[in-house]
């Protein structure tokens, strides 16, 4: 984990915060755009949150943070209680949303969904590549960084308030892209969903903030051997891997718990995991949150 302290906390949309947070000891790690940070709140809470900010300012990162009217009580914490001068702990970044090189690019973004893109847009802007924002969300209030990105970017830029002008069109915008454009979209369920039916696969990058509902197989218990450790480890049907790793005295950070932010990886060196996450384990990884094990055994680096 890195210390940081809470710099700066300001209002940017209806219902959205911005927070500058410094490093307290010296500059803070690199990152890339895509990449989120796992942040720890006072209120024994973590939640992970999209840089924003710039990737040359090594002193601070950026982060926004929308008051979800549903929150479990990380949003809520943030724009009630969290005043600056707080001293916060964040994670090293993890990028599991990275910009590929292309000449060509269509950015999506629905409401707090334009995090992870204005970084993108940055550096795709500054390869000299075409790059192109459709900015989406209920009213230009709603709507944080509309104001700016607008300044900076002129007509590249569109702004869609969706309660005026109803859905973007994406068949429209798949007509009208190069052969070799790729798209990135981050914003909520129903967009990305618009998205992955407008845009061929190869092309298309997605970053969820939720699962996508999927179906899987009835849980069944396995073993795990634990192998710098020698401990056999039981995993009921009901308990997650994170779980029983925890309960067993193994001490690997959680973030999301959904399969979504890959705080929870593991090393997999023997036996078949089954993949339930929503980001890709590289090879010889697992996400321990929420995938299994299609074998009897695995066996893992711990």
Known sequence: ????????????????????????????????????????????????????????????????????????GGSEYVHRFLRTGRPLDVSLPRNHFPLRPAPEYLFLAGGIGITPI?????????????????????????????????????????????????????????????????????????????AAAAFPSPRLHLERFRPAARTFAANRPFQVRCVRSGQDVDVGAEESLLNALQHAGHQIPSGCREGVCGSCEIAVVDGEPEHRDDIGAPPGRMYSCVSRARSSRLAVDL
Do not use: K
């Open 118 to 194: 204005l970084p993108m847009l940055a550096a795709a802007t500054a390869a000299g590549s075409t790059a192109t924002l459709v900015y989406a969300g209920r009213s230009a209030t709603t709507m944080p960084f509309a104001d700016d990105l607008r300044a900076r970017y002129g007509d590249r830029v569109t702004v869609h308030p969706t309660g005026e002008r109803g859905r973007p069109d994406l068949g429209a915008l798949a007509a009208a892209l190069g052969p070799r454009a790729l798209v990135y979209c981050c914003g909520p369920a129903p967009m990305l969903d618009a």
């Open 1 to 72: 984990m890195q210390r940081t302290v809470l710099e700066r906390i300001e209002p940017v949309a209806d219902g959205v915060v911005s927070l500058v947070l410094r490093g307290a000891a010296g500059p803070l790690a690199p990152w890339e755009p895509g990449a989120h940070i796992d942040l720890a709140l006072p209120n024994w809470l973590t939640r992970q949150y999209s840089l924003c900010g710039d990737p040359a300012d090594r002193d601070g990162y950026r982060v926004a943070v929308r008051h979800d009217r549903l929150s479990r």
